[in-house]
T-cell receptor
Framework: KQEVTQIPAALSVPEGENLVLNCSFT??????LQWFRQDPGKGLTSLLL?????REQTSGRLNASLDKSSGRSTLYIAASQPGDSATYLC??????????FGQGTILTVHP | DVKVTQSSRYLVKRTGEKVFLECVQD?????MFWYRQDPGLGLRLIYF???????EKGDIPEGYSVSREKKERFSLILESASTNQTSMYLC????????????????FGPGTRLTVL
């Protein structure tokens, strides 16, 4: 059964820092990997989607990489801002688009 | 932009009631999903559907059923609500279009916080 682990569980950084969130998964037979952001009490917002044939995706200050063979993905956030404070979720996709989620990393960026 | 809407943001029901949670997407997506999210347990898949009238069990289907009569609408039904079904319920949809840039990218609704008393 696929298991997804995210490290660290929580992270607090000063504004302006570059930071890395980690995601690992146990079964490399995935279709894609998706990173989400969730604000308290809200739904999930898709940040980046990496198909299994890709190595990385970029959107603005966000960059996500995927290494299927080692079962790892990282989300890099450049020049963090207080508005980046949220929970970041990693999810791996299999058939029919089903996702298995990690527990998330709670990010706090303080001014 | 893809839009996934859910019928209620907050819902309070009594034990034993039949509860309907509705989800509608406007992007002609083939796949639709229902998850629940609980502290310490994360998001868990309840049911999903890959076509009209088709449904498949997810990881935690017990106590739930679903209905998909139209492509854009996916309903989650709690036949007899219990207190352990108090949770945040999230609906999502994704496309099976292999040629699309958003192939299998999952888009979520705002969630329904259900409290069963």
């Amino acid at each position: 059964k696929q298991e997804v682990t995210q490290i660290p569980a929580a992270l607090s950084v000063p504004e302006g820092e570059n930071l890395v969130l980690n995601c690992s998964f146990t079964d490399s037979a995935i279709y894609n990997l998706q990173w989400f952001r969730q604000d308290p009490g809200k739904g999930l917002t898709s940040l980046l989607l990496i198909q299994s044939s890709q190595r990385e995706q970029t959107s603005g200050r966000l960059n996500a990489s995927l290494d299927k063979s080692s079962g790892r993905s990282t989300l890099y956030i450049a020049a963090s801002q207080p508005g980046d404070s949220a929970t970041y979720l990693c999810a791996v996709g299999t058939s029919y688009g089903k996702l298995t989620f990690g527990q998330g990393t709670i990010l706090t960026v303080h001014p | 932009d893809v839009k996934v809407t859910q019928s209620s943001r907050y819902l309070v029901k009594r034990t034993g009631e039949k509860v309907f949670l509705e989800c509608v997407q406007d992007m002609d997506h083939e796949n639709m999903f229902w998850y629940r999210q609980d502290p310490g347990l994360g998001l868990r898949l309840i049911y999903f559907s890959y076509d009209v009238k088709m449904k498949e069990k997810g990881d935690i289907p017990e106590g739930y059923s679903v209905s998909r009569e139209k492509k854009e609408r996916f309903s989650l039904i709690l036949e007899s609500a219990s207190t352990n079904q108090t949770s945040m319920y999230l609906c999502a949809s994704s496309s099976e279009d292999l040629g699309g840039s958003s192939y299998n990218e999952q888009f979520f609704g705002p969630g329904t916080r259900l409290t069963v008393l």
